[in-house]
């Protein structure tokens, strides 16, 4: 909460307009991106590697004076960005976009598990049984013993949201710092591990960038401009002014929003054991999400929410 701001007991409609909008951002770059690696066929890593040049180049005014534990911010950045994200792009080439979103959301529990083990977080009964639904949604949800690329997008999207996890549990050594500063250096410290990643897993990066097409910078400039610009700033904005318990599990749109727009644009199903499983996770989660982490900075939620 910045100082002297006070945090409104209710969201008004044109704040919830603009969550709505939000998470519609944040579900469209998760369906773009997997059209991008999976249909385009770019290099997810070298994906990942782009998209944080680029922002990293967009935002460089913010990156200076560097702030005070720079080395703490940038191994926060790193996790959150870089870890978080070659996981998750790895993810997507074989998961579709909306299980990508509902499976991600368990990051949430996963950081309040964290906090227990590291920042002496106490939990009571009732985020304890959210966390166990959520882990049995997932279970639910990732279940195809014979269908092998499946279950390790499902385990690469864990991965991703334990990268982002322990860069949360990092962010309590953290300074407070803008938001926009804390991306470009989350963009310019996650540039080098993913350029390395890619060189070192993958060939014909940039061939697989001109084969495609314009679809691919279309693609990219929403995920910059929309989602990182926008969403992510406007997000922290809305934190800023309301309370965590009541922002918080509004952001379970951003899954809704992936699996419509995943049926929709990309052809992907819905069969009822999926439905199930989302379904118990959600739920999970939100019960999580409405008793907020009480030893992290409220900023940190803008990376767990949006997950892109």
């Known amino acids: ?37 999976a249909d385009l066929g770019v ?21 200076l004076p560097a702030p005070e534990k720079w080395g703490t911010v940038a191994l926060a950045g790193v996790c959150i960005g870089g870890g978080n994200f070659a996981f998750l792009f790895l993810a997507l080439q074989v998961v579709p976009a909306g299980t990508v979103a509902v499976v991600g959301q368990i990051g949430l529990p996963i950081t309040t598990l964290l906090s227990v083990m590291f920042l002496g977080e106490r939990i009571a009964w ?3 049984l959210g966390m166990t639904l959520a882990v ?23 991965g991703a949201a334990l990268m982002g996890s322990v860069g949360a549990i990092v962010m309590k050594r953290m300074p407070t710092i803008p938001t926009l500063k804390f ?37 990219l400039a929403f995920s910059v ?14 934190l800023q002014r309301h309370e965590v318990t009541l922002i918080s599990p509004l ?18 199903t819905l069969d009822a054991r999926m439905m199930l499983g989302g379904a118990i996770a959600l739920l999970g989660v939100a019960i999580v999400a409405v008793r907020p982490n009480a030893t992290l900075p409220r900023f940190w939620l803008t990376w767990f929410s949006g997950r892109n």
């Open 136 to 158: 049995l949604g997932v279970v639910i949800l990732s279940w195809r013993p014979r269908e092998m690329a499946f279950t390790v997008g499902v385990l690469l999207v864990v």
């Open 183 to 219: 991306q470009a250096w989350t963009a310019w410290v996650s540039v080098p591990p993913t350029g390395l990643l890619s060189l070192g897993l993958e060939d014909g990066q940039w061939a697989s960038v001109m084969q495609a097409g314009p679809g691919f910078w279309g693609a």
């Open 225 to 238: 401009l929309a989602v990182t610009v926008f969403a992510h700033s406007m997000f922290y904005w809305l």
């Open 251 to 268: 952001t379970l749109m951003t899954p809704l929003w992936a699996v419509l727009f995943g049926m929709l644009l990309l052809n992907e």
């Open 126 to 128: 009732r985020r304890g």
């Open 43 to 63: 290099d997810p890593l070298f994906y990942a590697f782009f998209r944080f040049a680029v922002i990293g180049l967009l935002l460089l005014p913010f990156l």
């Open 1 to 37: 909460m910045a100082a002297g701001a006070t945090a409104d007991t209710r969201v008004k409609p044109s704040h919830l307009f603009l969550l709505a909008l939000i998470c519609l951002c944040w579900g469209l770059n998760l369906v773009a991106t997997r059209w991008v690696v």
